[in-house]
């Protein structure tokens, strides 16, 4: 940041809930151009939120209306990640708080992100649609490592949700627990988790128990973020989607809906939608400004 240029407002937005005390609260600058990677870095530390998001021009090209259209960058505390689903959203409803609602689209790191942003009895919601999917195996040390760190054992897995590195904008490693107990029992070694997320180029590991055919509540540790959970995570519940849609455990055309945040006292709410004849995955939630 050049010595004269004023430092940009920081906003302080929550998303995945229309409550300032639920879902996960993000920084969002609204104007970074001022600003390089160090003085981004230095203001996500200074915020301590799991990310903040910090726009620019859009490139050329972009595509939808010039104003908007955006550059979209996001940092952890630690460092900068690929896509952030929580922080796109809250920045959604901040500028649509700004210049209503309707479409927006993001340039990001791992693509392009078209959001849209609706308002219904005072409640903005915000639906984001990810790139392109993917999901890959696991090897079994990584597995086994996984888990250690994670002090679970392989019996508390449920043997219906076969573990998987799953993408869809972020890498992360779904983990599904066989009770609600074994989720809502999350003391895990941070160093270790952390030291094999950074080999294997994850951003969450992604812990799910399926509540319904439709309904999961999911939590997120984040160490390579450095913050122990995430409390709503939108790139991982976009990652989780297309997992559950290419192993057939959902239907093609499917609505779930992800609790997360409820064992840290911070709940949210996360609207999978997935359709049939396309690959991309549609997540959606309520955002609100915290005071």
Not at 127 to 146: G, M, N, Q, R
Not at 246 to 268: F, I, N, Y
Request: glycine residues 10%; charged residues 20%; negative net charge.
């Amino acid at each position: 940041m050049t010595t004269n240029a004023p430092r940009p407002e920081v906003l302080r937005y929550t998303a995945f809930s229309d409550a300032p005390d639920g879902g996960n609260p993000a920084g969002v600058v609204l104007d970074a151009t001022v600003l390089d990677d160090s003085d981004m870095l230095a203001i996500a530390a200074d915020l301590g939120y799991s990310e903040t998001a910090f726009l620019t021009a859009a490139p050329e090209g972009l595509g939808g209306k010039e104003e908007r259209a955006y550059s979209i960058r996001y940092f952890s505390p630690k460092a900068e990640v690929p896509f952030c689903g929580h922080a796109t959203v809250a920045t959604a409803v901040a500028l649509a708080e700004r210049t209503g609602p309707g479409k927006l689209v993001f340039a990001t790191r791992v693509g392009t992100v078209p959001v849209e942003v609706t308002e219904e009895g005072g409640t903005v919601r915000a639906t984001l649609t990810s790139v392109e999917p993917h999901i890959a195996k696991i090897a079994d040390a990584d597995l086994a490592e996984a888990l250690a760190a994670l002090g679970w054992p392989a019996g508390d897995l449920d043997p219906d949700f076969p573990p998987r590195i799953a993408f869809a904008g972020a890498r992360h490693l779904v983990l599904a627990a066989a009770t609600r107990a074994r989720l809502a029992d999350l003391a895990y070694d941070f160093p270790r988790l952390e030291a094999l997320m950074h080999r294997l180029e994850l951003t969450t590991v992604q812990l799910v128990w399926r509540a319904s055919d439709t309904v999961f509540h999911v939590r997120n540790p984040f160490p390579v973020g450095g913050v122990v959970e995430d409390p709503a995570t939108g790139a991982a519940a976009a990652a989780f989607g297309a997992y559950a849609r290419e192993l057939g455990l959902v239907p093609e055309d499917a609505v779930l809906t992800l609790h997360q945040g409820e064992d840290m006292g911070r709940p949210g709410e996360l609207t999978v939608t997935l359709r049939a004849g396309d690959s991309r995955v549609r997540v959606s939630g309520a955002g609100a400004p915290i005071e």
